[in-house]
Each structure stands twice: as structure tokens, then as C-alpha cells.
């Protein structure tokens, strides 16, 4: 089992370069938030992370037990080669997987916006009041797996490899680090920045306790697709951004987040 072993690798303690990739973007963001942070929080840095941290690694877990081992079986299996077969540009390969990847979290993160019954897990996400970098890895476990079977139906049907998946994998997480982090970078080039790729004023919108801007800003690395369907909403003013949601106020804990959309 080469393949899936590489993924499981590449999510487990082991020092690989993918996950020295993913660890130095943690450190740089995260050095880079409290050097320079857009909103001042009252809260220690251990306070604000704490929670995410231990959400972000039972997801790792439980993704490892699960879709490692049913990606194994499609990149095993040779009865469906995937339609990227009859292509024969690699480069084609890479550009057609990424964008396919990054259409499908657009429109998996739309759908949890809009059916009922994934706002009830996706909310976990957006009760974060503190957003930093760790706030890439609150998720409720639920919403991290399920994420994961219509991807793993498109990488059967186009036949995206392992190097392709890994590498939009490792970009999409760097990306999750930076836009989720408190670093303020100059509004001239988040702004510019936001044509191209998700930027943290730009996400930090998304995360607003108003409706208009929470239902706008869906896309996860590229923000194309919310230019195409018609919810790329720029903030005006940034620093106004109220983060999380009117209704929760206290502070949850990892057992009440575990338990909030029942
Ligand atoms: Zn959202
Ligand atoms: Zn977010």
C-alpha cells in the first residue's frame, strides 16, 4: 500500500517535507500574528489555541482511519483508471486537479452554509471569537470527514493522482494558516492579494457576525469562484469585523463543541 501509506505519512509524526511545509507555515503565520496583530486580544496565547489544536488533531486522526484507507482502494483498484487517463500533459493534470479540488471545497463550504444540517457542524468554525492560525483546524470531526467522501468520489472519477492530491493538499492547508491568521498585513495588498487567492481581511469577513458578509467569501484558495458565482464581498472596513456568532456568547470548550450541532 505505497501510496495511501504516503498519505498517512505525510498526516503522522514522521518528518516528511510535507509536513515540514505545513509546520513552518504554522510557525511563520503564528510568529507573524503576534509580531504584528490585526485585532488585540485580551486572551493568552495558549487560550486561543489550545481548543483548535486538540480539534485539528482528532481530525488527523480520524481522517487517517478512514479516508487514507478508502483512498488506498481507489489508487489500488484498476477497473477505473479515471478520465485524466485519456489526457496526456502532466502539467494539464496538475492545473485541471487543483482547480477541481478547490471548485469542490467552494462548493461543499456553500452547501454547509445553506442546508440546515451542515450549518449545525460548519458552525463549530464560525464560533470562533479569537480567529488565529489554529482556528485552520476547528472543525467539527463530523464535518472533516464527510468533507472528504464527495473528494474522494471526484478523485475516482477524473483519476487524481497522489502527487496532485498532496500537492493541493499542502498549498490548501499553508493557504487555511495564512487567511485564518491575525497577522496584519497592509490593506493595499490584501486587498490586491483578494483578486487572486483568499487573504485574512477577506476571510476575516466571512467569520462576521453579520449575515451579508458571513453568506459571501466561500472559496479556500483561489477566490475566483466566488467572483464567478456572485459572493466575493471585499469588507470596507476590516477592523469594524465583529468575529463569531451573536447567539453563542461564552467562551466552548472542546465537550461543548463536540456536542453542538446535537
Ligand atoms: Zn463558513
Ligand atoms: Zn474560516
Given at each position: 500500500?505505497?501510496?495511501?501509506?504516503?498519505?498517512?505519512?505525510?498526516?503522522?509524526?514522521?518528518?516528511d517535507?510535507?509536513?515540514?511545509?505545513?509546520?513552518?507555515?504554522?510557525?511563520s503565520?503564528?510568529?507573524?500574528?503576534n509580531?504584528?496583530?490585526?485585532?488585540?486580544?485580551?486572551?493568552?496565547?495558549d487560550?486561543?489555541?489550545?481548543?483548535?489544536?486538540v480539534?485539528?488533531?482528532?481530525?488527523?486522526?480520524?481522517?487517517?482511519?478512514?479516508?487514507?484507507?478508502?483512498?488506498?482502494?481507489?489508487?489500488?483498484?484498476?477497473?477505473w483508471?479515471?478520465?485524466?487517463?485519456?489526457?496526456?500533459?502532466?502539467?494539464?493534470?496538475?492545473?485541471?486537479?487543483?482547480?477541481?479540488?478547490d471548485?469542490?471545497?467552494?462548493?461543499?463550504?456553500?452547501l454547509?452554509h445553506?442546508?440546515?444540517?451542515?450549518?449545525?457542524?460548519?458552525?463549530v468554525?464560525?464560533?470562533?471569537?479569537?480567529?488565529?492560525?489554529?482556528?485552520?483546524?476547528?472543525?467539527?470531526?463530523?464535518?472533516a470527514?464527510?468533507?472528504?467522501?464527495?473528494?474522494?468520489?471526484?478523485?475516482?472519477?477524473?483519476?487524481?493522482n497522489?502527487?496532485?492530491?498532496?500537492?493541493?493538499?499542502?498549498?490548501?492547508?499553508?493557504?487555511?494558516?495564512?487567511?485564518?491568521?491575525?497577522?496584519?498585513?497592509?490593506?493595499r495588498?490584501d486587498?490586491?492579494?483578494?483578486?487572486?487567492?483568499?487573504?485574512?481581511?477577506?476571510?476575516?469577513?466571512?467569520h462576521?457576525?453579520?449575515?451579508k458578509?458571513?453568506?459571501?467569501?466561500?472559496?479556500?484558495?483561489?477566490?475566483?469562484?466566488?467572483?464567478?458565482?456572485?459572493?466575493?464581498?471585499?469588507?470596507?472596513?476590516?477592523?469594524?469585523?465583529?468575529?463569531?456568532?451573536?447567539?453563542?456568547?461564552?467562551?466552548?470548550?472542546?465537550?461543548?463543541?463536540?456536542?453542538?450541532?446535537?
Open positions: 500500500m505505497p501510496e495511501a501509506s504516503l498519505i498517512y505519512r505525510g498526516t503522522n509524526i514522521n518528518m517535507w510535507q509536513s515540514l511545509i505545513v509546520v513552518t507555515s504554522v510557525l503565520f503564528g510568529i507573524l500574528e509580531l504584528f496583530p490585526f485585532f488585540t486580544f485580551k486572551q493568552s496565547f487560550k486561543r489555541v489550545y481548543t483548535n489544536l480539534l485539528g488533531l482528532i481530525n488527523v486522526l480520524a481522517n487517517n482511519f478512514t479516508i487514507a484507507l478508502l483512498l488506498n482502494y481507489i489508487w489500488q483498484q484498476t477497473s483508471l479515471g478520465i485524466f487517463h485519456f489526457i496526456d500533459s502532466p502539467l494539464l493534470k496538475i492545473v485541471l486537479s487543483f482547480l477541481l479540488l471548485g469542490y471545497m467552494y462548493a461543499w463550504h456553500r454547509m445553506t442546508v440546515s444540517l451542515g450549518w449545525r457542524f460548519h458552525r468554525h464560525h464560533t470562533e471569537v479569537l480567529m488565529n492560525t489554529s482556528t485552520a483546524y476547528r472543525f467539527h470531526p463530523i464535518e470527514i464527510l468533507a472528504n467522501v464527495p473528494k474522494l468520489f471526484l478523485i475516482w472519477l477524473f483519476g487524481i497522489l502527487q496532485n492530491l498532496l500537492l493541493y493538499e499542502i498549498l490548501l492547508a499553508c493557504e487555511l494558516i495564512f487567511h485564518h491568521s491575525n497577522w496584519a498585513i497592509p490593506l495588498i486587498k490586491y492579494l483578494s483578486y487572486l487567492i483568499v487573504t485574512p481581511n477577506y476571510h476575516r469577513s466571512h462576521s457576525q453579520s449575515i458578509e458571513a453568506t459571501s467569501n466561500y472559496a479556500s484558495f483561489f477566490t475566483i469562484w466566488d467572483m464567478i458565482f456572485n459572493s466575493y464581498n471585499y469588507p470596507r472596513s476590516p477592523k469594524a469585523i465583529k468575529l463569531g456568532l451573536p447567539q453563542e456568547k461564552k467562551e466552548l470548550n472542546i465537550i461543548n463543541l463536540l456536542k453542538l450541532p446535537f
